[in-house]
Antibody
Framework: QLQLQESGPGLVKPSETLSLTCTVSGGSLRSNNYNWGWIRQPPGRRLEWIGSIYHSGSTYINPSLESRVTISVDTAKNEFSLRLTSVTASDTAVYFC?????????????????WGQGTTVTVS | SFELTQPPSVSVAPGQTVSITCSGDQLGDKYVSWYQQKPGQSPVVVIYQDNKRPSGIPERFSGSNSGNPATLTISETQAMDEADYYCQAWDSSTAYVFGSGTQVSVL
């Protein structure tokens, strides 16, 4: 059974870089039918899609975050990562990694069908 | 920018039917997904591509998107369906966007 697990610091200082890793088990990142994504949820607020990556390294990032976000993949380790630079208090959220069902998420055909449990990141 | 709007809350009696709406510009031209999120848990997709139900999701969950708004309908609602529900759609200017969320209370 496919499982995703987020890991990384729970506390990040303002102006620094948030780095998270999602480890995939029970399946391969190299699947041709899926992308791998990050989604966050600030306290008491709606979900926000951050971006996704294909095993080839091709990424699709939320335009509102594009200048600060990097998503990378390590197929050998079966994990993918998120870097968010210059964080502020508004970046405080639960960060989820999720499998995006669809070979290409550009165009709107993807949905998040398997989610990690989420990890809380506080910027303070 | 593209936004999705949902009613903040709806309530339903056990065994009855409840519908949740999701409004957005030209939404009928876009795929809509629906996610269920219970307190302290990760979201679970209950409907994708407007009306497709993932394996393991009960048949009482159905979706439609023939215009604006899109609708998630829960038939024969059970206590376990009490949760927050979010719609999601894509727009070329904003990528994937989630709705404001609707809290479903089973009274």
């Amino acid at each position: 059974q496919l499982q995703l697990q987020e890991s990384g610091p729970g506390l990040v200082k303002p102006s620094e870089t948030l780095s998270l890793t999602c480890t995939v088990s029970g399946g391969s990142l190299r699947s041709n039918n899926y992308n791998w994504g990050w989604i966050r949820q600030p306290p008491g607020r709606r979900l926000e899609w951050i971006g996704s990556i294909y095993h080839s390294g091709s990424t699709y990032i939320n335009p509102s975050l594009e200048s600060r976000v990097t998503i990378s993949v390590d197929t050998a380790k079966n994990e993918f990562s998120l870097r968010l630079t210059s964080v502020t208090a508004s970046d405080t959220a639960v960060y989820f990694c999720a499998r995006q069902s669809g070979q290409s998420c550009r165009g709107g055909s993807c949905h998040s069908d398997v989610w990690g449990q989420g990890t809380t990141v506080t910027v303070s | 920018s593209f936004e999705l709007t949902q009613p903040p809350s709806v309530s339903v009696a056990p065994g009855q039917t409840v519908s949740i709406t999701c409004s957005g510009d030209q939404l009928g031209d876009k795929y809509v997904s629906w996610y269920q999120q219970k307190p302290g848990q990760s979201p679970v997709v209950v409907i994708y591509q407007d009306n497709k139900r993932p394996s393991g999701i009960p048949e009482r969950f159905s979706g439609s998107n023939s215009g604006n708004p899109a609708t998630l309908t829960i038939s024969e609602t059970q206590a376990m369906d009490e949760a927050d529900y979010y719609c999601q759609a894509w727009d070329s200017s904003t990528a994937y966007v989630f709705g404001s969320g609707t809290q479903v209370s089973v009274l």
